[in-house]
């Protein structure tokens, strides 16, 4: 938003600046609007906090929040870490197929000493994405991950709850193959079982 630039610029001429914390929920994948550079704004503020969404690494990511790409992010986190008042937090969302690699996002926050703090939600609706209804071989594969993690308790739990009375799996990638199919084309055609492959088993093709 052009204006919030705006604000900010009057905010730093006006001396406030230097008093305020900031705080940011955002994919970073950019941080140029136009003629603006958010890092330039970066050293006039007291804090600034940015929480990164991030659902996976590398291709895993860049599936799920398709229009995105983590080699992009990876290198914003680096810039804005620059700076001495900025705090680094990641933020991610569970679903299916998202828990299937979800760890190596617990991998790569534990093996970085600048990142504060990692949080997740889990996906209630549409509750077809839920975690506990994936596959339970696949579950049995990727509970002991999450297991060394003693934070990730409730991912556990989540995944050795049973699938919800109405779950239909095929419905879920079905609807995740719709959304491949509306990409198809573009730099950021990918298909499901091509990141995901394990799925692909337990997927029933209609074969009428």
């Known amino acids: 938003m052009k204006q ?13 600046s230097k008093n305020i914390m900031i705080k940011y ?10 003629k603006h550079n958010f890092l330039n704004y970066i050293p006039h503020f007291k804090e600034v906090t940015v929480v990164v969404s991030i659902d996976g690494i590398g291709i895993y ?4 929040r398709r229009r995105s790409k983590f080699s992009e992010i990876e290198t914003n986190i680096e810039k804005v870490l620059q700076f001495d008042n900025v705090c680094v937090d990641i933020n991610g969302t569970l679903s299916v197929p998202g828990v299937l690699r979800y ?4 991998e790569y926050f534990e093996k970085h000493p600048k990142l504060n703090s990692i ?35 409730d991912i556990v739990n989540a995944l050795k709850l049973p699938p919800e ?4 799996f095929n419905e879920v990638c ?9 990409y198809r084309g573009t730099k950021w055609e990918m298909h499901l079982f091509d990141v995901f492959p394990e799925l692909e088993e337990f997927y029933e093709r209609d074969t009428k």
């Open 119 to 153: 949080n997740w939600w889990m996906i209630k609706d549409p509750k077809q994405l839920r975690i506990n209804n994936l596959p339970w071989p696949l579950k049995q594969k990727i509970i002991p991950y999450y297991e060394k993690y003693p934070a990730a308790i």
């Open 4 to 16: 919030y630039y705006t604000l900010l610029d009057k905010l730093i001429s006006c001396g406030e």
């Open 61 to 64: 990511n860049d599936y799920i």
């Open 25 to 34: 929920q955002t994919n970073l994948t950019k941080l140029n609007n136009g």
């Open 103 to 106: 760890h190596e996002v617990l």
């Open 165 to 168: 009375n109405d779950a239909n």
């Open 174 to 182: 079905n609807y995740l193959l719709l959304t491949d199919e509306s």
